[in-house]
């Protein structure tokens, strides 16, 4: 039976490195502070009016490419994942395009935010195992940096977050025992607000209330809310986040979804060589670790370098880990994720 593997893997990261103590010179924060509450260090900032998020990606996109043994013409389809696109629309994937000269195939961009990888790497197993693609691009990258609020007020969102890209060549394999083996994805909107980018957005108020944008209820006029001057006073234009809500919510979720992809494969804890989850915070894969009882050769993290780059941090984190030799053919590898939405997910892979 036809299967999808990983056959090539790259990840870029900006120049520009970004410590607490550099953080510390224009916010209340200091290096001991985000350290002891995210394991955070220092992370990558994009040049301005130089990179974005779908040139970050495009760099990344071609070391996997070259990795893979293909060119970027043999490339099939395109798959595009991040919270921070270059433009409110079009999305991402058609500059990455663009950008690689890879005109006239598909390009699709998902919005899962830190799940975003994870869900992008069950679409293109599909594609693949269905044949109808050979060579899919993934890409997962953001620029967070561009739109942080670098106050005290925005500190506990803004000292976690860390620009960068990471993709991979989703090929075909018919090699016994080789390929993603199973993936599952999950959601729950009920908590969307609790870690969210509300503006701007074509909501005209709803989801918060109207009347907190100065609106009465039965205000029927042309415009809306787009942004609105009252917005700029409720600060909804910078991330949110209930650092404390999603935590909890983050540390059930994530032993839940790792155990689900070990247990439809026949497998336990024991058995991984490798889980990569998605660097959102080094607190809760601490957490996880433990509460899978897995020792610290069967973890990857690296978010004391980069922070959390949401869409990019599993690619980037795997293909570190593959370059060091963590990763080799025949090991069993877990993905993980967990993020805004909320959404979850996993998946498991022979390499």
């Not at 209330?209 to 009252?230: R, V």
């Amino acid at each position: 039976m036809l299967k999808s593997k990983i056959g090539g893997i790259g990840y870029y990261v900006p120049e520009r490195v970004v410590t607490n103590e550099d953080l510390a010179k224009v916010m209340d924060t200091s290096d001991e502070w985000i350290q002891e509450r995210t394991g955070i260090k220092e992370r990558r900032y994009a040049k301005k009016h130089v990179e974005t998020t779908s040139t970050l990606g495009a760099n990344a996109a071609k070391i996997a490419i070259e990795r893979a043994g293909i060119t970027p013409a043999d490339v099939d389809f395109i798959i595009f994942a991040t919270l921070s696109p270059d433009y409110y629309f079009p999305g991402s994937g058609v500059l990455l395009q663009r950008e690689l000269g890879m005109q006239g195939i598909g390009a699709l961009d998902i919005r899962n935010q830190c799940s975003g990888f994870v869900y992008g790497l069950s679409i293109a197993d599909q594609f693949v195992k269905s044949g109808m693609y050979k060579n899919v691009l993934l890409v997962g990258a953001e620029c967070h940096s561009f739109g942080l609020d670098f106050t005290t007020r925005g500190r506990n969102v803004t000292v976690i977050f860390g620009d960068g890209a990471g993709a991979v060549v989703v090929q075909p394999t018919e090699k016994e025992g080789q390929g993603i083996l199973s993936s599952h994805l999950h959601a729950d909107g009920d908590h969307a607000e609790h870690l969210a980018y509300i503006n701007p957005g074509c909501h005209g108020g709803k989801h918060l209330g109207t009347e907190k944008y100065g609106f009465p209820e039965d205000d029927q006029s042309f415009g809306g809310a787009f942004l609105t001057p009252t917005m700029w006073d409720n600060e909804d234009y910078y991330p949110n986040m209930n650092g404390q809500f999603v935590f909890k919510f983050a540390v059930t979720k994530f032993p839940e979804v790792i155990m689900e992809a070990l247990k439809t494969n026949g497998y336990t804890p024991e058995d991984l060589s490798l889980l990569v989850p998605h660097q959102a915070n080094l607190r809760i894969a601490q957490f996880v670790q433990k509460r899978l009882r897995l020792r610290d050769d069967q973890v990857y993290n690296n978010i004391q370098k980069y922070g959390n780059t949401t869409a990019a941090s599993i690619p980037i984190a795997l293909c570190e880990a593959w370059e060091a030799g963590k990763v080799k053919e025949g090991d069993l590898v877990c993905l993980a994720a967990f993020g805004s939405g909320f959404t979850w997910a996993s998946s498991l892979i022979r390499w």
